[in-house]
């Protein structure tokens, strides 16, 4: 099926980082037999390691997943867990040769939209959810110490969500020369009017799930990213804030053109 795909991303640095180290991009290939083949890409990643550490390792990630998705031999979704990979392998060797560096990660979700179908491939706590039918679903699961509390009964998710270790992370992309990538057992079928929304934790501590819900429902998608980074400001914005939003809609069927008609002079 043919969609009609509406996107678009805002990074913010927030109330009190002096620099922004979340890194995300949307792309949309030109080439049809690419766009295809492959579908459209969005990533955010969310680095991590201070001073410009966390910088360096969220651009690099980026870069190297969005290069690396679209030149991996196999299906989309192989392909972007190779892609996950090889920017954990990327990031690690970059962070082993400058001691400036040394520590440096990034958390990442990644979201390839093809055809019927939508993979995903994460590490650590920047997320994926679904709207679809007025209800919002969280579509990949934190890698951090409170989910695992979470899970474990310890705490509850409210709980969680002010918890003094809400930002210790398990797993990221580069801290370690193997990581294990978080996928879905197989790829998941879209449906018409499907919203996916990817976003870093700047996002999540401050505007809860029934916020971006009803604002992803109601805005255009740029007013929605926009709306939510401004509800994260308002209340503290006390880490960088991005947001990414991909709206699909079924492409009219073409009308079939009508006969063109003949005017026929009535008998006199």
Known sequence: MTWELGASM??????????NEDSGCIVRPADAAVLSARGVLAIVADGMGGHSAGEVASAMADDVIRRSYYAE???????????????NATVFQRASEDPALNGMGTTCVALALCGDEACVAS????????????????????????????????ISRDEARHHQDRNVILRALGTH????????????PV??????????????????????????????????????VDKARLR???????????????VPAPRPETPPTRSVPMPT
């Open 236 to 250: 503290g914005g006390f880490d960088n804030i991005t947001v990414a939003i991909l709206r699909l809609a079924q």
């Open 191 to 228: 449906r018409e009017g499907d919203i996916f929304i990817l976003c870093s934790d700047g996002l999540t501590d401050l505007v809860s799930d029934q916020e971006i819900l009803e604002t992803a429902e109601s805005l255009h998608e740029a007013d929605a990213c926009r709306a939510l």
């Open 123 to 154: 590490v650590g706590d920047s997320r994926l959810y679904l709207v679809r039918g007025e209800r919002i679903y969280q579509m990949t699961m934190d890698d951090s110490a409170v989910s695992d509390m979470v899970a474990r009964g310890v």
């Open 73 to 87: 031999p196999g299906g989309p979704y192989d392909a972007l867990r190779s892609a996950l990979q090889t920017a």
């Open 10 to 19: 805002l990074s913010d640095v927030g109330c009190h980082r002096p620099i």
């Open 177 to 188: 020369e193997s990581v294990e990538i978080s996928t879905w057992q197989e790829p998941f």
